[in-house]
């Protein structure tokens, strides 16, 4: 038996590609997005309340990695990239049905649109279902995970003094927190486990409309090169 879903909205977002988007919400709390809802959900009725919430459930689709087979164990780049496990014990973005989830803090609500920040989603991303998040029931206490047991380690990130100022000054053109957004994801540290960065490579990202340029001088730590318009 098959069941048809169909997206109640899309995101619009700070990512424009896949690559140095944070692995999970939360880890990039600069990282904005608004949730456009399409009719007949755009007209005020169903996010009625949801001023009350401050923090909502997405369940969208990963539109950028909808594959035919689904995968029974797949590489998550937690495990360096290398390590197979099974899909269902992992948040992997190929998966059956490609159903992602995040918990998103809600900034504002708007008759067609949710404000949205600390989200890991890419832009154009369609949505199926917001909910609200329930403290009481969502946030439990003596959950644990061996696998993903902490937050990533976060790696330094330093500035080219010319690459600081062009980030400072798209921040005001574009009127959000690009600064600590660059430094947000690139302590995440974006690059494949496998790949061990040599000084003279550069890497490259796409946040809002700006082309964000970065090296490794040497390991543990990213240089922020460019901040530029395409
Ligand atoms: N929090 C979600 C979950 O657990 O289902 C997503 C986790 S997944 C590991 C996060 C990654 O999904 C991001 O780093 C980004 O590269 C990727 N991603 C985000 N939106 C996507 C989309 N629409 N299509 C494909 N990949 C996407």
């Known amino acids: 038996m098959s069941y048809q879903v169909s997206p109640i909205g899309y995101v619009r977002s700070c990512f424009k590609e896949k690559f140095a988007i ?10 904005q997005g608004v949730l456009e809802l399409c009719a007949p959900f755009d007209g005020g009725d169903a996010v009625q309340g949801l001023e009350q919430v401050s923090h909502v ?7 950028q990695a909808l594959e035919d087979k689904p995968r029974l164990k797949v590489r998550p780049p937690r495990l360096g990239g290398n390590r197979s496990i099974g899909v269902f014990a992992t948040r992997a973005t190929h998966r059956p049905n490609g159903i992602g989830q995040s918990v998103v803090r809600l900034d504002r ?3 067609g649109r949710l404000w949205l920040s600390g989200i890991d989603l890419l832009d154009g991303t369609p949505v199926l279902d917001v909910k609200p998040y329930v403290p009481y029931a969502d946030s439990v206490a003596d959950a644990h995970n ?12 330093l500035w080219q003094d010319s690459a600081l100022e062009s980030a400072r000054a798209h921040a005001l053109r574009l009127g959000e927190p ?5 430094e947000q994801c690139l302590a995440q540290d974006p690059r494949p486990a496998y790949q061990q960065p040599t000084p003279e ?26 901040v530029t318009l395409p």
Request: charged letters at 20%.
């Open 201 to 226: 490579r550069r890497y490259g990202a796409r946040l809002w409309d700006v082309d964000v340029q970065w090296h490794y001088p040497q390991p543990g730590c990213i240089r922020v090169l460019d």
């Open 178 to 182: 690009l600064v600590e957004l660059i």
């Open 22 to 31: 944070p692995r999970q919400p939360h880890l990039a709390p600069a990282a």
């Open 109 to 111: 609500v708007e008759s």
């Open 57 to 63: 459930w997405l369940l969208f689709l990963f539109h």
């Open 146 to 157: 061996h696998i993903a047991a902490a937050a990533p380690v976060r790696i330094d990130v």
